[in-house]
């Protein structure tokens, strides 16, 4: 059966990266359409552990908001004169949230409209605000966004490696309340491994964007840091859902939120340091 399991995890992981990478290397709009469709089956998990029973309009409503929000970022950067001006919009999904729970007889209306807004900003935002680094004035480059999917695979990889080899006797749990598999020792491969792979991208694609291997080095580390805590935050999300995975979409995997966990956290920060700090991450647009 671990054998059975593990062909499974690897054939349906191989697929799914293959997906996910030909979406986002080959065309503006593969790499659209491909994270409008993580977006909206990662808040069907999403509303399927929150808000298991709740009646359709609020989900719909939710759905909404979801694609319109990424659709206006993506027309940002295509530079279409109307889009920025059309964000105005989303007032009229957002308020329908609360004026749907005048006609629901709900107990909990407020906690129904916080579960369906949380999903948006949880899912819906991190991969809408992705265009700010994938689309500007029309053009696509996909490189810093792929650096940072490789940084939370880096960081996977080193911390199930190092955690098997080193952590496995079970002294130094890194969060046990919440996961009781992740160790320390785990923790710390995972960002050894980002910092490894921003090293590799600082040399391959660091003449193409001029900016620092310092920038590198710390976007690895922000990258590792704050994934870990998005993987714990999911992981607290489904234990107070009482379920293992979020979906079952991929074999062997789960669901779409059990894969991009780290990437809801990891992407907001990644971009905030990189707006903050002013990194010119678009001089090869």
Not at 41 to 49: V, W
Not at 95 to 123: D, H, W
Not at 152 to 180: Q, T
Request: net charge positive; glycine share 10%.
């Amino acid at each position: 059966m671990a054998i059975n399991n593990l062909v499974t995890r690897t054939i349906s992981g191989a697929v799914f990266l293959c997906i996910l990478l030909s979406g986002i290397i080959f065309h503006p709009f593969g790499y659209g359409a491909i994270l409008l469709t993580v977006i909206i089956a990662g808040l069907s998990e999403f509303y399927g552990m929150i808000l298991p029973k709740s009646f359709p309009l609020r989900k719909i409503l939710g759905y909404a908001i979801a694609i319109m929000l990424f659709a206006l970022f993506y027309a940002r950067g295509f530079r279409l004169s109307v889009s920025e001006n059309w964000f105005w919009i989303l007032v009229i999904p957002v308020s329908g949230v609360f004026i749907a729970e005048l006609y629901s007889s709900s107990k909990t209306p407020f906690a129904n409209i916080a579960g369906v807004l949380t999903g948006v900003i949880y899912v819906a935002l991190p991969f809408s605000l992705t265009t700010e680094l994938t689309l500007h004035h029309g053009n696509y480059d996909y490189h810093i966004f792929l650096s940072l999917f490789i940084f939370l695979w880096s960081n996977d990889v080193g911390a199930y490696c190092f955690g098997m080899m080193f952590g496995r006797k079970g002294r130094h749990k890194l969060f046990e309340r919440i996961s009781p598999q992740k160790s320390w020792e785990g923790f710390c491969g995972g960002i050894i491994l980002s910092l490894l792979a921003a090293a590799v991208l600082s040399s391959v694609w660091g003449e193409r964007y001029g900016f620092s291997d310092v920038h590198w080095f710390i976007l690895a580390l922000i990258v590792s840091l704050s994934g870990t805590f998005g993987d714990l935050a999911e992981s607290l999300l489904k234990r107070a859902a009482g379920v293992k995975d979020s979906g079952k979409i991929i074999p062997g995997h789960g669901g779409i939120l059990d894969r991009f966990d780290s990437a809801l956290f990891a992407f907001p920060f990644a971009m905030a340091y990189i707006y903050i700090f002013n990194i010119n991450v678009l001089s090869n647009f």
